[in-house]
C-alpha cells in the first residue's frame, strides 16, 4: 500500500483518481476547498465495498491558504503517514476565456495564485516527505490545448506553462533522489467546468474523467492499474 496525495479531489479527474487509486489498495488524501464534495464522495466509498479506512479528507482553500497552513499539512501527513508516495497537482481554476485586454486584474491573481503559486508550496512543503518514498512521484495536470490554442487562455494558460516550467526545474534539483516528477499534457476531457465554458458541446463526445485517470495512472506506474490503448495526451517523466 502507498499513500498518495491529490488536490481538487472532489470531483472530476481528481475525484476519479482517487477512486481508482482507493481501489488499487492504496491510501489517499483528498485536498479540496469544497468539503460538501468531499463529505460525499467519503460516503460514495463508505457505501461501497471499498475500504474507507483508505480515505483521509483534508479541507483546504489553496486561494485563502497561508504559509502556516502549508506547514501544517505537512506536519499533519509526516506525522500521521511519516511519508508520502505521490502527489497529484490537480487543483485548478478555469475562467472565461478573455482577451488579456479585457481580463481583470483581481481574477488575474486569484487564477495565478491557484494554479502555480500554490503548487509551489505544496511541491516544497511535500518534498522532505516524498524523500522517504522508493519511488515518489509529483504528477502536475497540465492542458495541450494551452501550446495548441493560446489566445484567450489568460492566466489558466500562464499558469499552467509556468507550472510546466517548475516542474522542470524541480526535476533537475531531485534527479540524484528517488523522487520523478511528471507532466501529464492532457487532451480536452468532460468535466463540470468545462461543461460551463462550452454549454454547446456534447459531453459525451468526449473521453470521461474516469478514463483520463486511467490513462494517467496506466502511463506512471511500472505495473499499470488500468491499461488503455487511447492515446488522451502525453505523459512525459522529467
Known sequence: MQTYLITGAAQGLGKA???????ANHQVILLDKELKRLNAFYDEIADSELDINLVALYPMDLLGANIDNYKELTENLANEYGHIDGVFLNAAILPAFTPIEHFDYMQWYEVLHT??????H???QTLPLLSHSDDGKIVAITDNSITEHPAYYGAYG???????QLMKTV?????????HGYIARLETFATESRG????GENPTELTSADNMAGFILASIFDQPIMTTTVDFGVIEKL
Open 115 to 120: 494554479n502555480l503559486n500554490a503548487n509551489f
Open 17 to 23: 483518481l482517487a477512486h481508482k487509486l482507493i481501489q
Open 122 to 124: 505544496l511541491i516544497q
Open 171 to 179: 526535476a533537475q534539483e531531485i534527479k540524484q533522489t528517488s523522487t
Open 158 to 164: 500562464v499558469a499552467k506553462a509556468g507550472l510546466e
Open 196 to 199: 460551463r465554458l462550452f454549454p
